[in-house]
């Protein structure tokens, strides 16, 4: 008689590292893949390249206005001119921020945490003083502080390594190779161009959005609502949007600033001005009207492009 196969589920641990903690790894490399050209496209246009020609088109509304072309379209000629994995210029400095950020911040908040603390979310949840919630965010803040700082140098090399694509520059192909010419060239605060306006923005964001969701929580959201998990899922989806539309002017002088004269064409005049510090920078394109530029990769008028000499 053939007995039957019996299969058993076996959880590896090496060192208490649990198989299962590669899933949510494995999810974040992908979507990084996946959105990379979204990300490619918008440095590009965020440092104010733009290849392609403005053409007659028609805004969410509906009314014909000039129009640059869209995600993409601009993702259709950078294949045209690097072929397919030139999509991917950044992808690995990028990945490895990814990865070293989310190390650095869970690590912090696991050493910020209270041991003696009550593990229990919904405890947490249905505590609504606006005292653990500053504390709460505190403790986020400390984090997301460690994680920016620690991945700056790779924020750094990720935006360089993209554009690149204006001035067919290859100084930054490698990870290595680009540490090695911003030490030689910058030195140590190399590694930090655009750091302040990038922390600003990103704590600016968390305490924004923390705040809103405890109003939301507080003062709009019952316990006793039947689909309360669900609507604060989504008020959390609404708020973290809001509060990064919001900060977006700081996302975008961080990244013009990570490029400004640093020997690449695309921060150098006539394609940018010189910048002295992060301030001019956000004045000049206030004054511009660009602190939006690349916020939207879709509907995108026209403005014709400043020259600089």
């Known amino acids: 008689m053939v007995r039957p196969h019996t299969y058993t589920v076996i959880a590896i641990d090496f060192q208490g590292f649990k198989m299962a903690e590669l899933t949510p790894l494995l999810l974040g490399v992908g979507i990084t893949a996946a959105t990379h050209p979204m990300s490619y496209v918008k440095v590009l246009v965020q440092v104010g390249h733009e290849p392609l020609p403005p053409r007659i088109g028609r805004n969410i509304f509906g009314r014909q206005q000039m129009q640059l072309p869209g995600l993409f379209t601009y993702i259709k000629h950078i294949k045209s001119v690097d072929g397919f994995f030139g999509l991917y210029r950044g992808f690995i400095p990028r990945l490895c921020s990814g990865l070293a950020g989310n190390l650095v911040s869970s690590h912090v908040q696991q050493q910020l945490c209270d041991p003696d603390e009550e593990d229990d979310e919904r405890t947490k949840i249905k505590d609504k003083s606006l005292n653990t919630m500053m504390v709460k965010t505190g403790k986020q803040t400390l984090a997301r502080f460690a994680a920016i700082v620690a991945t700056q140098p790779f924020h750094v090399i990720t935006v360089r390594s993209m554009v690149q694509f204006v001035g067919r520059e290859t100084k930054y192909s490698t990870v290595v190779g680009s540490f090695r ?104 394109l206030s004054r511009e009207g660009q602190l939006k530029r690349g916020s939207s990769l879709f509907w995108r008028p026209y403005r014709p492009p400043a020259q600089f000499y």
């Open 181 to 284: 010419e911003i030490y030689n060239e910058e030195g140590i605060l190399g590694f930090f161009s655009g750091i302040i306006p990038r922390l600003l923005g990103e704590i600016f964001a968390l305490w924004l959005a923390n705040a809103l969701m405890h109003i939301i929580n507080a003062y709009i959201l019952d316990e006793d609502m039947s689909n309360v998990n669900e609507l604060r899922s989504y008020s959390t989806a609404v708020t973290g949007f809001f509060s990064n539309m919001l900060t977006y002017p700081f996302s975008l002088v961080s990244n013009v600033m990570t490029v400004n004269n640093c020997g690449l064409a695309a921060g150098e005049i006539p394609k940018m001005p010189i910048y002295p510090n992060w301030t001019d920078c956000w004045s000049d």
